[in-house]
T-cell receptor, first 114, second 113 residues
Framework: DQQVKQNSPSLSVQEGRISILNCDYTNSMFDYFLWYKKYPAEGPTFLISISSIKDKNEDGRFTVFLNKSAKHLSLHIVPSQPGDSAVYFC?????????????FGQGTRLTINP | DAGVIQSPRHEVTEMGQEVTLRCKPISGHNSLFWYRQTMMRGLELLIYFNNNVPIDDSGMPEDRFSAKMPNASFSTLKIQPSEPRDSAVYFCAILAGGRNEQFFGPGTRLTVL
């Protein structure tokens, strides 16, 4: 039972255009959402997050949108750059027994074409 | 600095052998997580510790897997005996103090032949 889903395994975008990565979740207990970026042979690195009390958070070229009623979030990257090519993981967070637990999606491989 | 050191970075072993993966946060942290990444299942949480105590090990696939955290600066994940289907990248992560995001180590790529 996949509580966090990224239905697109891959996405290809031209440099300078907008990249939109999508994520759906099923559990209403999640109260915090994060995006991680992963390069080959490295661990995932935190990119941007959003609390469930907000619907948008922006950091430079990256914006995360949250639609709680649809249980959907998305990551927008604009303009896309070649260095953005990586695997992006969506994660949802809940505090269980005093510790934060993250549930990850399957990941979306983003390729930015020059 | 919320760095995490994992060793070894690569491990190749034969089926049936014992494998021990190590995680050492550069600064002691109360919450530590072990994940496994495979092509089929993505990033899966195996187990997490809070204050060195295992809180949730429901993600540990089988009794062949065990994890310990004897202190805030060290944790191990052991597989005994290992099987080819255990081949994956194993990540250790910690909570960056006072923040919600987890900080991941570089991972250990395990190959079981």
């Amino acid at each position: 039972d996949q509580q966090v889903k990224q239905n697109s395994p891959s996405l290809s975008v031209q440099e300078g255009r907008i990249s939109i990565l999508n994520c759906d979740y099923t559990n209403s207990m999640f109260d915090y959402f994060l995006w991680y970026k992963k390069y080959p042979a490295e661990g995932p690195t935190f990119l941007i997050s959003i609390s469930s009390i907000k619907d948008k958070n922006e950091d430079g070229r990256f914006t995360v949108f949250l639609n709680k009623s649809a249980k959907h979030l998305s990551l927008h990257i604009v303009p896309s750059q070649p260095g953005d090519s990586a695997v992006y993981f969506c994660a949802a967070s809940a505090v269980i027994q005093g510790a934060q637990k993250l549930v990850f999606g399957q990941g979306t491989r983003l390729t930015i074409n020059p | 600095d919320a760095g995490v050191i994992q060793s070894p970075r690569h491990e190749v072993t034969e089926m049936g052998q014992e494998v021990t993966l190590r995680c050492k946060p550069i600064s002691g942290h109360n919450s530590l997580f072990w994940y496994r990444q495979t092509m089929m299942r993505g990033l899966e949480l195996l187990i997490y510790f809070n204050n060195n105590v295992p809180i949730d090990d429901s993600g540990m696939p089988e009794d062949r897997f065990s994890a310990k955290m004897p202190n805030a600066s060290f944790s191990t994940l052991k597989i005994q005996p290992s099987e080819p289907r255990d081949s994956a990248v194993y990540f250790c992560a910690i909570l960056a103090g006072g923040r919600n995001e987890q900080f991941f180590g570089p991972g250990t790529r395990l190959t079981v032949l």
